[in-house]
């Protein structure tokens, strides 16, 4: 596996893009504004954009299960929703106490992955169901992906046949081609942030997961950044040009 590499994402002096490499890891060198707020959780209690934000406990509503992945953020696990026992994914993001804090994802960051997620209903897009947010914590529950990622069914094979590839990028560019009909791009296509429904079956169905660095791109707005994995990163990310769909096409 490789080493992950975090670039920091100058735009918001404190977000950062997702590992190089497969993995994120907890130890992440991140940008603060120097001065500590601390966060009034009335304000995000009557936060009209937000309204869909529960804050009881999510342990209340939903039971805990195993662990599914983890990135920088930290964990997804496996849950059963108590009242209609479907399964889902948690997605349990660890967020800033303080403005200066070097520990946790910004606020608003979680929030626009949230925001970007409600306005997605495709095929080829995982759902988002619910969203918790207490003091220190957010937690997205998203549709059950019980297939595993992409890229460690092409690590299995090694090799896909021109079919499967077919298939598989068939499905993503139609995900891909609705967000983009919608403004929103990715900013982190690769096989990790690709899932598979089903992993033993001839037909392979596939989700685009992780909106962590999604953006809504208004018309006549420049948004740059210099968030993404390196080895996938495109040059106008590396050289701080303003970023769009044609982004997500590298
Ligand atoms: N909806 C889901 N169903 C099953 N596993 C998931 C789901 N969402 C994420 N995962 C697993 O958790 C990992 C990390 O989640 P992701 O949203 O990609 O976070 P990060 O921003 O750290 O990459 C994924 O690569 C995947 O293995
Ligand atoms: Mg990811």
């Given at each position: 596996m490789a080493e992950e590499v975090r670039v920091p994402d100058?735009?918001?002096?404190g977000t950062l893009g997702p590992a190089g490499g497969r993995k994120s890891s907890q130890d992440d060198i991140r940008c603060c504004k120097g001065e500590e707020e601390l966060l009034n959780l009335e304000d995000e209690v009557f936060n009209p954009n937000m309204?869909?934000?529960?804050?009881?406990?999510v342990e209340d509503l939903y039971e805990l299960l195993e662990k599914l992945g983890s990135g920088h953020f930290g964990e997804v696990k496996r849950c059963r929703e108590k009242s209609s026992g479907t399964f889902y994914a948690g997605k349990f993001i660890k967020t800033r106490?303080?403005?200066?804090?070097?520990?946790?994802?910004d606020r608003e960051q979680v929030e626009r992955e949230v925001f970007i997620l409600q306005q997605l209903e495709h095929p080829n897009i995982m759902k988002l169901h619910d969203v918790f947010a207490s003091r220190a914590e957010m937690v997205l529950i998203l549709e059950l992906?019980?297939?595993?990622?992409l890229f460690d069914f092409i690590a299995e094979k090694e090799a896909l046949s021109e079919e499967e590839a077919i298939e598989f990028l068939e499905q993503i560019l139609r995900g891909v081609a609705y967000m983009h009909s919608r403004?929103?791009?990715?900013?982190?296509?690769?096989p990790e942030n690709i899932m598979l429904l089903e992993k033993d079956t001839p037909h392979h169905k596939v989700k685009i997961i992780d909106f962590g660095l999604a953006q809504k791109i208004e018309d006549g707005a420049v948004f740059k950044s210099l968030c993404g994995t390196p080895q996938y990163i495109a040059p106008e990310v590396i050289n701080y040009e303003p970023l769009g769909s044609p982004t997500d096409m590298w």
């Amino acid at each position: 596996m490789a080493e992950e590499v975090r670039v920091p994402d100058v735009t918001s002096m404190g977000t950062l893009g997702p590992a190089g490499g497969r993995k994120s890891s907890q130890d992440d060198i991140r940008c603060c504004k120097g001065e500590e707020e601390l966060l009034n959780l009335e304000d995000e209690v009557f936060n009209p954009n937000m309204t869909s934000f529960k804050h009881e406990n999510v342990e209340d509503l939903y039971e805990l299960l195993e662990k599914l992945g983890s990135g920088h953020f930290g964990e997804v696990k496996r849950c059963r929703e108590k009242s209609s026992g479907t399964f889902y994914a948690g997605k349990f993001i660890k967020t800033r106490k303080c403005k200066g804090s070097r520990l946790g994802l910004d606020r608003e960051q979680v929030e626009r992955e949230v925001f970007i997620l409600q306005q997605l209903e495709h095929p080829n897009i995982m759902k988002l169901h619910d969203v918790f947010a207490s003091r220190a914590e957010m937690v997205l529950i998203l549709e059950l992906i019980r297939g595993g990622e992409l890229f460690d069914f092409i690590a299995e094979k090694e090799a896909l046949s021109e079919e499967e590839a077919i298939e598989f990028l068939e499905q993503i560019l139609r995900g891909v081609a609705y967000m983009h009909s919608r403004h929103i791009a990715h900013f982190d296509l690769k096989p990790e942030n690709i899932m598979l429904l089903e992993k033993d079956t001839p037909h392979h169905k596939v989700k685009i997961i992780d909106f962590g660095l999604a953006q809504k791109i208004e018309d006549g707005a420049v948004f740059k950044s210099l968030c993404g994995t390196p080895q996938y990163i495109a040059p106008e990310v590396i050289n701080y040009e303003p970023l769009g769909s044609p982004t997500d096409m590298w």
